[in-house]
T-cell receptor, first 110, second 107 residues
């Protein structure tokens, strides 16, 4: 069974731009969560989607948003990028217990 | 908020058992304990989870105390490739990762 895939793997943007990251969960998994990982803050929860609805949300500004499609694929969007948004963005999918993470998208904001 | 306490770092000799402790005194009765590990710049990898019974799989064993306030992840024969940051977490509404334990397996 294929694992969680994320695209793109690497991305470079400049301040003020917006970015969209994509996540394809493991087949049959309906829950998709997004995390931000930075050296200073560690792994921080962004939001979780289940059946196209946001089920939980972390403490991030409104510039961070997401959505989930009927096939469970998910996207997250960050608008008006700031230097501090440079991070590894991880997506994880789950069905019952346990979450399975993708390789992440490394975003660099210049 | 759900919170776990782990040592910041540990060393282990290659081939020996690595025992990674975790305190989770605020865990509630129906919350599972999960262990993940993260090798540099990769996504966290699921290792094992348990509720109150000890668990074993091909990667590791999980020992949970009877009061469920702590657990220990055991890697029975650590290899150099087990060098990683190990996270002990429990799932409330979301997975909340703490700082984890940086395990260094040395030859």
């Amino acid at each position: 069974k294929a694992g969680v895939t994320q695209t793109p793997r690497y991305l470079i943007k400049t301040r003020g731009q917006q970015v969209t990251l994509s996540c394809s969960p493991i087949s049959g998994h309906r829950s998709v969560s997004w995390y931000q990982q930075t050296p200073g803050q560690g792994l921080q929860f962004l939001f979780e989607y289940f059946s196209e609805t946001q089920r939980n949300k972390g403490n991030f500004p409104g510039r961070f948003s997401g959505r989930q499609f009927s096939n469970s694929r998910s996207e997250m969007n960050v608008s008006t990028l700031e230097l501090g948004d440079s991070a590894l963005y991880l997506c994880a999918s789950s069905r019952d217990q346990g979450q399975f993470f993708g390789p992440g998208t490394r975003l660099t904001v210049l | 908020d759900a919170k776990t306490t782990q040592p910041t770092s540990m060393d282990c000799a290659e081939g020996r058992a690595a025992n990674l402790p975790c305190n989770h005194s605020t865990i509630s009765g129906n919350e599972y304990v999960y262990w993940y590990r993260q090798i540099h710049s990769q996504g966290p990898q699921y290792i094992i989870h348990g509720l109150k019974n000890n668990e074993t799989n091909e990667m590791a064993s999980l020992i949970i105390t009877e009061d469920r306030k702590s657990s220990t992840l055991i890697l029975p024969h650590a290899t150099l490739r087990d060098t990683a940051v190990y996270y002990c977490i429990f799932k409330g509404d979301m997975l909340t990762f703490g700082g984890g334990t940086r395990l260094m397996v040395k030859p």
